[in-house]
């Protein structure tokens, strides 16, 4: 990616200045990763079971976690073309604010008891989670050849304590808000837009200079010193982004497979996810065992993906990918066959469901990223995070249809099936390209 100077004393000069600049990007993405994380585990936490409560409907109530998805991938491209133009900085401070406003006008559609304008208010308020994933992309930005996974994965990390905290923060705030005079409900979502409030001003203060600006003057060959006016960006891809994004994955069947394995993953895990709340609530679990459950569900998703970024560097992409659809398979298992009281298996098959996810997010990520070209990355990038979420959606519709039709036990195994034909997809398609650069550290 980066250009070498003649004089190889300005080479790891040059190298020890990028260096500094990744060291404070990665920290920069950490901070803001931690309230950002809060914000969004603390609004979905309890958003199925308000619009439930709003509605009748436990068909109805599934559509919340559709809506958070379905804003998650509406805004997954403007994210990236926001970013491709003015940089990561641009990119991410556009996500968090339209997540603040999708914050205001959940609060205003539970004071006024109306679902679909809650609805509404968790598309945008699903742009929160636009940002966050791509954050992930802005620590590769400028990692080291055979890294790529590693600083990614700390990123993904560094949602743990955010996440982790946002659903155990969901009755507090609750009780808060109900104390000072706020609608029931609202709390979560004033607490929320908080949180994405300090998300942004961390961003616009830390991520100087920007990665993408910086890794893009370095791959034209003309450098400039860390703390300087960020790089322009990089000349328009002729074709648009979306045409540009296609054209990259047709000609990249490592780029294909990377995509499919990340939505495959994220499918898998937001209609189990979704459906939970519900199906514990149903079943007479408090809002304190139904915050535990997703909390360590969270857990699963972010706490071991350093772990998960160093294997995929050592092992190889695929075969870690592999990894994540069988763990997705054993969780399904789990989670579908629990009894009516058996809150200990869906425990664990929710912690495997997370675990599972961050397997296919972090190494697909890592191997989309290195299978395209610098200049299109961005476009890439947003196409992945619009496919996945655009998949997560339409899963979470389904699932809620399997839930009120049938049970959550046949959900659990229609996920089986779909985690499991791609596992044999992806490691067949490995054993045919060979040990590929792309398959192996």
Known sequence: MTTIPANPDESQKSSVRVAAVQRRTLGTLTAAQVTSGMGVAVGFTLSSVVVTNLSGSKAIGGLAGTATVLGAALFALPTAKASGRGGRRTGLTLAYACAMLGCLIATLAITVESWPLLLAGLVLFGSGSAGNLASRYSATDLSPPGHAARHLSWVVWAATVGSVAGPNLAQPAEDLGRRIGLAAYTGPFVLALLAFAVATVIIMIGLRPDPLA?????????????????????AKVQGGALRTAWRSLRESPAATRALVAIAVSHTA?????SMTPIHLDQHGASFSIIGLVISLHVAGMYVLSPLVGWLADRIGRVRVLVL???????????????????????????????????????????????????????????????????????????????????????????VAVMVTATGVWLALGHRGTGRSHLASA
């Open 324 to 414: 994540g659809m069988a763990l997705l398979l054993v969780s399904a298992v789990l989670a579908g066959t629990a009894g009516e009281h058996a809150v200990a298996q869906v425990t664990a098959g929710l912690i495997l469901l997370g675990l599972g996810w961050s397997c296919g997010l972090v190494s697909g990520s890592a191997m989309l990223t290195e299978a395209v070209a610098l200049e299109r990355r961005p476009a890439v990038q947003g196409l992945s995070d619009l496919v996945m979420n655009t998949c997560g959606a339409t899963g979470t519709v389904i699932a809620g249809v399997i839930v009120e039709t049938l049970s959550y036990g046949t959900l659990g195994t229609a």
């Open 214 to 234: 910086l890794a893009r003057s370095l791959a034209a060959g003309t450098p400039r010193e860390p703390g300087t006016a960020d790089a322009p960006p990089a």
């Open 269 to 273: 895990m937001v209609s189990i996810m």
